[in-house]
Each structure stands twice: as structure tokens, then as C-alpha cells.
């Protein structure tokens, strides 16, 4: 579906390889972080096909390598600029290609440098202070590729510590330093992208929380970034014919319903309900079938490269079903040969799952369809057994504020009583149950709230969990006769969905996300709630034709409706980036994508991590504790260089013998006063006046020096000889 974010990093990462490396052998050097964007979607055998030797880690001991250029993709942290002055020092390789993931155009304090500095002018001027520096420094470049693509419409930075930082109330000397390095990361994707954004930002009414203003803070980080990057790049925007790209910045406290309800499409109740470990990788452990019993269990990677995964993660968990089990009959009547073998026992996911174990010939098709048969069977096993249908009947009810007959729900409070006494429901899911409850109602009685605990058997952290959502914005408490209603959406009333179908009941709920998307479709979101960074000069209706919604071209040119809408697939289609400060929801990520299958823009989500309810909840948690107890990154001492690198060259060691050869001869020992009287007095003078020491004539030469030179003589003379024999044409 139209780019994707993951062959784009990897194409701007191969391109500027293939233009450093030109056609000539060259060392890659990286450093643990930008190993990590690199791995994450180029492969190895790519970067070795582009002239690349073999690639090296800049804080590990390396071996010199004068012969030979190096590529240095870096990231401009101070300890990696250390690590590339050491090399630099002493010459490790023969020249340096500088490649930077990042470009840092603003200092710490936020203020625009005064010339045109792509790297921090600090860290710039530290590398320019190596003797020599500018003739070993062959090329210097930004790649602005400092993002995780994690699909091809969503976009992570792995940095679950953002939420802390940006709502902990101990952490606010922590903020905006975080959010500058927020901004630099959302220059990167707009830089990636080739779109100068219009930048609008959430600012919620009548908002008592402190981070209420989180949003416009990033949103003027992230303007001042676009701004001093353009000053510098006058290339940038690239020309382009589709309209210009909207830039919306959001944070988690928008929607605090999204991240607790139960969601039943595949890859959210999959991260949901199963033990999926979620870091540089999804891996999943899928169990052995009964036909393989014996065997241990594997460790399965779930990403882009898995087409089964890619076409059904948005799907509902009903339809996911029933298109594996589609699949696999369509393979049976396809292979008739296996059709007898199975008979007609292929009504149920474990049937096919152990079907597929006894077709050895076909490993890769049974390792796809076993990893996906095995995590769907295990998520319809829970939820059976935790009554999840009756839960989320509730859910739905609480967070529409409507029934299934799109009424207004009655008895409520009954059925959340009821269904927290249910010991066939989990403690968890019990928690969000009660939250859900507390935001419907816009806040409980502190009593209230301490019988539905008690009733719920819930430990006294939950209490916590509850009390800190205030944090977020949510009103916890209230008087006891204080019915003051919640405050209406920002985005208004959702109208009355048509007639739910059969089996989507448990799924009418819709993210705030999607609302603000539809609304700035169709030119109606509320410039109150999401005002502009630099407001646009253009009257409302020539900003609606900045959306691309009419077309500035004149009537005379301008196609019917009808027309538009045949060729609206081919037309250039605007972008909207979505960063959600705070996390993002699985429910979110398919918003995104839903949208931009529907109309004609394309939706790109990026935030600082995926957020699963139990990871949520956890995180809420831990806004009341300690800051010395979270161990943030940004309390820990910096990073350094290490000492390896500036420690002296040492001599290269002989080999035993070697050295055995070279060492020096031991003194001759020295003869004692005696034994030398003696000596002298049996001397006997020869006839030719030579010494003879056992008193016969001497038949050695007159001098010693003579005798001791005969041996390299010969030596000389050997080697003489030997050159005669191998340049038999020399003169003589």
C-alpha cells in the first residue's frame, strides 16, 4: 500500500554506501546505536554486496587498517565522537567517510547555531581539534535516518522511558531535553519523507493536568527544528506535485480509552492475551502439536517478512480464522494427493495445526501456518475461559457511552459489579474493567471506588494505578452529589453506526485518532483544539485546497466528480504524520492504516512506543514512584569512550625462537687472579714469535680479528652468489 517507511531507510542507507564506496573496497564502521537503525532493515549481505570488506563496531578493539578507506555511520553522541577522534589520532584507517544517523542544527538551549552545522558545533570542534583531522576526513554527510521503521506505516523509537519522562512529576528538569531529541527524531522522518509539514498540535479545553501543554512544547521543538533545517538546506522540500504534507501532534492523554479496551483484531488481542516479547524483535514461542511432541519449543520472529502476518494483523479475530482455515482448504483441494491422508477432520484449528505437522515436504507453508494457527487457537483459548465476550460487551458500552442498539446503556453499575465478582475473570482485566467504569462516569466517590476494589480483590497498587490516571488527565474523584457530566469529546459526538453485523458488536469502539483523521479530511477539526504552529496566510477554503480536497487548478481544467474519484488512485496522494507522544496503540496503528485505504491520503504513524494494556497500566503505576527507583537512562552516568582506544599501539610480540635468536650473548666469565699467573707462566714463545699454549709452535694467523671475521666472509660470499643466480644478466 502505497510507500513503505522500511524500503525507504533502507534504500537511503544503500544509496549513500553505493555513493561513498563508489566501485572501491571500503571498511563500514558503525557504533552500537546506529547498528541497531542499520540491522533493523538492511540485511548484512546487502552492505557486503555495496564494496563493503566487512563491517566493524567503532567501541570494540579493532586492528589497524592504513591500506584501506572506512565508512563511519555514526550517531552524534559525545562518547561515539570520542571513539572517532581515537581512530582518528592514530591513523586506523587510511581515510574517514563521516556519515551521521542525525543532524543536530539546534544546540541544547534550542537557539539556531550561527552557520550552517549539520553536527553539534561542540562535538564538531572537537573532532576538528585532531592534528591532521580534514585529511583523513574524506566526506561528511547526514542520513537523518535516526527512526525504527517497525512496518511500512509505523514508525518506533524503542523508547518506552519516554513516558515517565514526559509525565512523571519528578521528572520535568528531565523534559526538554527529551523533547529536543524527540524533534530531531521527527526531523529525521520529514527529511526521510521530503515534506515540509504544516504542524497542528492537540491542546485540550479546560485541561487541569500539567502535561496538557506537552503537545504544544513538542510542536514548536519540532517547528524550530523544520525551520533551521530549511535555512540551511535550500534543496529541501524537493520539488513534488502531491499537496503539502499535515504533521499532527498528539499525546497519550487524548484517548485513555484506547489503550484499555479489548481489541479483537489480530495483532492487538495477540499482544493482548499472549506472552509475545516485544523488543528489537516480535518473537512469539510457539509450542509443539501432538506430532511433535518430542521436539522443544521455537522461538518465532513475527515482522513484514511474514506474509500471513501482514495480511491478517487488521483483520477481526473472526475473520482471521476463518481465512487460515480457508487457506488450508484451498491447499487440500489443491494437493489432492493429501486430501485422503486428512479425511475430513479439518474443521478446527487444531485439526489443520497437526494436519500440517505431518507434512514434512512442505516446511515452510507448515511453519507459517502452525505459528498462526497455534497463536490464534492460544488466543481463543483465553478468551473462552476468561469470559472476554461478556467483559468486552460491557467495555463497549461503557467506552461508546451506547449500547449494542446504539442506546443509551442502562444498569451498568450492576454489571460491573457482577463481572468483577467473576472469578473466571483476571485481576487485570477486573482493573481496567473499574477504569473504564471511572472514566464513563467522569470520576467516582472515593468510597465507591474502594468498594468496587474490594469487591474486585484487587491489590493496593491498582488503587494507585487509578489515582495517578489523573496524571493523564482523567477526573479520579468526585463530591458525592456532584453529577456534572464528563466533558464532551473534542472531536463531538460519533454518529450512530449503521446495524452491527453478527460477531462485531464486542468491536464498535473507535479510537479518538480516527475521528481527528475523518475530521481533517473533511476540513472540519476545530482549529481551537488543534491550532497551528505558523498559521497559514490562506483563507479556510484555500487551506482546505492545501489538503488537496478541491484543486487550485482552474474550472476550465478542473475534471467532474465522477472522474476524480476513478482516478483517484493514481492522483498524488497527501501525507499526514501522526506522532503520538506517549505511546500508541495497536488500535491506532490500524486507524492508520484504515485510513488511508479509504481516502486519499496516506497516514503515517510514529511514536516512542507500541503499548499493550498490561504495559499501560504498568506504566500509569509507576507515575507515582520514586524517580531513583525507574533507573531512567537519562539519570544514568553518560556513556564513555572506551579505554582500549586510547591505550598506546602495543609492539607487535616475536615468535619464541625469534627472540631466543636476538637476545644478546651472556658474558664470557672472567678467570681468576690464579688460574691466570698460572697460565702465563706455561706460555712458551713460538719461532715466529707466535704464543703457543701448550708450548708447541702456533700455527694460527698473527691476529685474532682475522679468524673471527672469516665466518661473515663467507656469508658475504654466499649471498654474492646467490644473486648471480637469480639476476644471472647483472654486471659482474
Not at 473472526?318 to 489432492?336: A, Q, R, S, Y
Not at 481516502?599 to 498490561?614: C, D, I
Amino acid at each position: 500500500m502505497g510507500l513503505s517507511l522500511i524500503q525507504l531507510q533502507h534504500d537511503i542507507i544503500i544509496g549513500a554506501l553505493k555513493k561513498v564506496t563508489n566501485g572501491e573496497w571500503k571498511v563500514l564502521v558503525l557504533d552500537s546505536g546506529s547498528k541497531k537503525l542499520v540491522d533493523n532493515v538492511v540485511k548484512e549481505d546487502d552492505i557486503l554486496h555495496e564494496n563493503i570488506t566487512h563491517i566493524e563496531e567503532i567501541e570494540n578493539p579493532r586492528a589497524t587498517n592504513s591500506n584501506t578507506d572506512a565508512v563511519y555511520i555514526l550517531s552524534p553522541q559525545p562518547h561515539i565522537v570520542e571513539c572517532l577522534i581515537a581512530d582518528l589520532g592514530r591513523r586506523r584507517y587510511r581515510r574517514s567517510h563521516l556519515l551521521w544517523t542525525t543532524c543536530t542544527c539546534l544546540n541544547r538551549l534550542g537557539n539556531p547555531v550561527s552557520d550552517c552545522i549539520d553536527l553539534d558545533p561542540r562535538l564538531r570542534k572537537r573532532v576538528d581539534s585532531v592534528p591532521r583531522a580534514r585529511e583523513q576526513i574524506a566526506s561528511f554527510d547526514i542520513l537523518s535516518v535516526d527512526y525504527f521503521p517497525r512496518e511500512s506505516h509505523l514508525v518506533t523509537f524503542r523508547d518506552p522511558w519516554s513516558f515517565p519522562v514526559l509525565y512523571h512529576p519528578g521528572c520535568n528538569n528531565l523534559v526538554r531535553a527529551h523533547m529536543q531529541d524527540l524533534s530531531r527524531k521527527v526531523l529525521s522522518i520529514c527529511v526521510s519523507l521530503g515534506e515540509f509539514p504544516t504542524i497542528r498540535y492537540y491542546r485540550p479545553r479546560e485541561a487541569p493536568h500539567a502535561a496538557s501543554v506537552l503537545c504544544s512544547h513538542l510542536a514548536t521543538f519540532i517547528q524550530d527544528e523544520l525551520d533551521a533545517y530549511a535555512q540551511y538546506h535550500p534543496e529541501f522540500p524537493p520539488p513534488a506535485s502531491r499537496p503539502r504534507a499535515a504533521l499532527y501532534i498528539t499525546d497519550r492523554s487524548m484517548d485513555l480509552y484506547s489503550p484499555i479496551v479489548h481489541e479483537f483484531t489480530y495483532q492487538a488481542m495477540a499482544h493482548d492475551l499472549l506472552p509475545i516479547r516485544d523488543d528489537e524483535k516480535v518473537v512469539y514461542k510457539i509450542k509443539p502439536s501432538e506430532e511433535e511432541r518430542n521436539q522443544t519449543p521455537k522461538d518465532k520472529e513475527i515482522g513484514e517478512n511474514d506474509k500471513i502476518w501482514v495480511d491478517n494483523r487488521h483483520r477481526h479475530m473472526k475473520d482471521t480464522i476463518e481465512k487460515l482455515m480457508g487457506d488450508f482448504k484451498k491447499f487440500l483441494d489443491e494437493n489432492p494427493q493429501f486430501a485422503d491422508s486428512t479425511g475430513d477432520n479439518a474443521t478446527s484449528l487444531n485439526a489443520i495445526r497437526d494436519m500440517l505437522a505431518g507434512l514434512p515436504q512442505f516446511q515452510e507453508l507448515k511453519e507459517a501456518y502452525s505459528l498462526h494457527l497455534s497463536m490464534a487457537n492460544e488466543c481463543m483459548n483465553i478468551f473462552q475461559s476468561h469470559k472476554l465476550a461478556d467483559l468486552a460487551s460491557v467495555e463497549q458500552s461503557l467506552a461508546t457511552g451506547m449500547d449494542e442498539d446504539s442506546r443509551k446503556p442502562k444498569n451498568l453499575a450492576e454489571q460491573v459489579v457482577q463481572l468483577v465478582d467473576d472469578d473466571s475473570i483476571v485481576g487485570p482485566d477486573r482493573l481496567r474493567l473499574i477504569i473504564l467504569y471511572l472514566l464513563y462516569r467522569n470520576g467516582l466517590v472515593p468510597a465507591d471506588t474502594q468498594k468496587l476494589l474490594a469487591h474486585a480483590q484487587l491489590p493496593p497498587r491498582d488503587n494507585t494505578v487509578i489515582e495517578n490516571l489523573a496524571i493523564m488527565g482523567a477526573r479520579v474523584q468526585k463530591p458525592l452529589k456532584d453529577n456534572k457530566p464528563a466533558p464532551p469529546s473534542p472531536f463531538g459526538k460519533r454518529p450512530v453506526p449503521a446495524e452491527v453485523g453478527d460477531g462485531y458488536a464486542l468491536s464498535r469502539f473507535a479510537p479518538a485518532l480516527k475521528s481527528m483523521l475523518e475530521q481533517h479530511i473533511h476540513g472540519t477539526l476545530d482549529p481551537t483544539i488543534f491550532p497551528y504552529t505558523n498559521p497559514p496566510a490562506e483563507s479556510p477554503s484555500t487551506h482546505s485546497n492545501a489538503n488537496g480536497l478541491v484543486s487550485q487548478a482552474s474550472l476550465r481544467s478542473a475534471k467532474p466528480t465522477w472522474a476524480k474519484s476513478r482516478l483517484a488512485s493514481v492522483e498524488p496522494r497527501q501525507r499526514i504524520i501522526v506522532i503520538m507522544a506517549g505511546g500508541a496503540t495497536y488500535a491506532e496503528s490500524r486507524t492508520c492504516y484504515e485510513i488511508s485505504q479509504s481516502s486519499s491520503r496516506e497516514v503515517f504513524l510514529a511514536t516512542s512506543h507500541m503499548l499493550t494494556p498490561g504495559l499501560f497500566l504498568r506504566q500509569v503505576g509507576d507515575l507515582s514512584t520514586d524517580r531513583r527507583r525507574l533507573d531512567l537512562p537519562l539519570d544514568r552516568p553518560p556513556p564513555q569512550a572506551p579505554q582500549h582506544l586510547f591505550e598506546p599501539v602495543p609492539e607487535p610480540k616475536m615468535a619464541p625462537a625469534a627472540a631466543a635468536n636476538m637476545a644478546p650473548a651472556p658474558p664470557a666469565k672472567q678467570p681468576s687472579a690464579a688460574a691466570t699467573a698460572a697460565a702465563l707462566g706455561a706460555m712458551k714463545l713460538g719461532p715466529s714469535g707466535s704464543v703457543a699454549s701448550n708450548g708447541g709452535p702456533s700455527h694460527q694467523s698473527s691476529s685474532q680479528p682475522q679468524s673471527s671475521s672469516r665466518p661473515a666472509e663467507k656469508k658475504e660470499k654466499e649471498k654474492e652468489k646467490k644473486k648471480k643466480l637469480h639476476f644471472p644478466f647483472s654486471k659482474k
